[in-house]
């Protein structure tokens, strides 16, 4: 039986994760703003509250939005606001990396452990074709960086540490209903099993690469 944190388990994939986790006999960890006052967001919130705890085997960073106090997602980057794109950053950029700030106390140097966090394919440079969503998309691509950035110097210290970012696929939760038209999406339980198998078949050498929920690799 492992351990595993989730964080932002309130949400439609955080939740799902980490009921999928308990029904697997893992100890689990939850915590989210609504119902632990964790803000990613809050320097001192995240210190609060990870640095008291004992390492994990698997940490799933689950938190993100598309609407942030009202400001939809960009159709143009002539609709690009200051305050939308720091609000973007704040909570899918830097959120992240006040929690990989932790890494290194939050998981084990004597085992294989799994640090992921939930990004976005319009996160990747490589595959945007159709534009839009400016915002959305430049705090998605440097969350990508700055794992990536984390998981090389993690791979000095945790030799045996998985650090990647993870694509859900389009998933049916209150996150994305608004903006799923004619998109197929599966359920946040389907979401979940489908990314807890790409996370159990990671091996440490592919540590810092961007993988989708079928385990395919993602361009940055």
């Given at each position: 039986?492992?351990?595993?944190l989730?964080?932002?388990?309130?949400?439609?994939?955080?939740?799902?994760?980490?009921?999928?986790?308990?029904a697997?006999?893992?100890?689990?960890?939850?915590?989210?703003?609504?119902?632990?006052?964790?803000?990613?967001?809050?320097?001192?919130?995240?210190?609060?509250h990870l640095?008291?705890?004992?390492?994990?085997?698997?940490?799933?960073?689950?938190?993100?939005?598309?609407?942030?106090?009202?400001?939809?997602?960009?159709?143009?980057?002539?609709?690009?606001?200051?305050?939308?794109?720091?609000?973007?950053?704040?909570?899918?950029?830097?959120?992240?990396?006040?929690v990989?700030?932790?890494?290194?106390?939050?998981?084990?140097?004597?085992?294989?452990?799994?640090?992921?966090?939930?990004?976005?394919?319009?996160?990747?440079?490589?595959?945007n074709?159709?534009?839009?969503?400016?915002?959305?998309?430049?705090?998605?691509?440097?969350?990508?960086?700055?794992?990536?950035?984390?998981?090389?110097?993690?791979?000095?210290?945790?030799?045996?540490?998985?650090?990647?970012?993870?694509h859900?696929?389009?998933?049916?939760?209150?996150?994305?209903?608004?903006?799923?038209?004619?998109?197929?999406?599966?359920?946040p339980?389907?979401?979940?099993?489908?990314?807890?198998?790409?996370?159990?078949?990671?091996?440490?050498?592919?540590?810092?690469?961007?993988?989708?929920?079928?385990?395919?690799?993602?361009?940055?």
């Amino acid at each position: 039986m492992g351990r595993t944190l989730i964080l932002g388990a309130s949400g439609g994939i955080g939740g799902a994760l980490a009921k999928a986790c308990a029904a697997r006999g893992e100890d689990v960890t939850a915590l989210s703003r609504s119902q632990d006052g964790f803000d990613i967001t809050d320097e001192n919130s995240v210190a609060r509250h990870l640095a008291p705890l004992a390492p994990f085997d698997r940490i799933v960073v689950a938190t993100g939005a598309l609407e942030i106090s009202g400001a939809e997602p960009e159709k143009t980057v002539k609709a690009t606001r200051a305050k939308a794109m720091a609000d973007q950053f704040a909570l899918n950029a830097i959120g992240p990396a006040l929690v990989l700030s932790h890494a290194h106390t939050l998981l084990p140097r004597d085992r294989r452990a799994v640090f992921t966090v939930l990004t976005a394919r319009v996160g990747s440079i490589g595959d945007n074709r159709l534009g839009g969503w400016v915002s959305y998309r430049a705090a998605k691509a440097a969350a990508n960086q700055i794992l990536r950035t984390a998981s090389i110097e993690l791979a000095r210290s945790h030799r045996q540490a998985v650090c990647i970012a993870l694509h859900p696929g389009t998933v049916a939760t209150d996150f994305t209903a608004k903006y799923l038209g004619r998109h197929p999406a599966v359920p946040p339980e389907d979401a979940a099993q489908n990314l807890l198998a790409v996370m159990d078949a990671l091996t440490p050498d592919k540590t810092g690469h961007f993988f989708d929920w079928a385990g395919k690799p993602v361009p940055w």
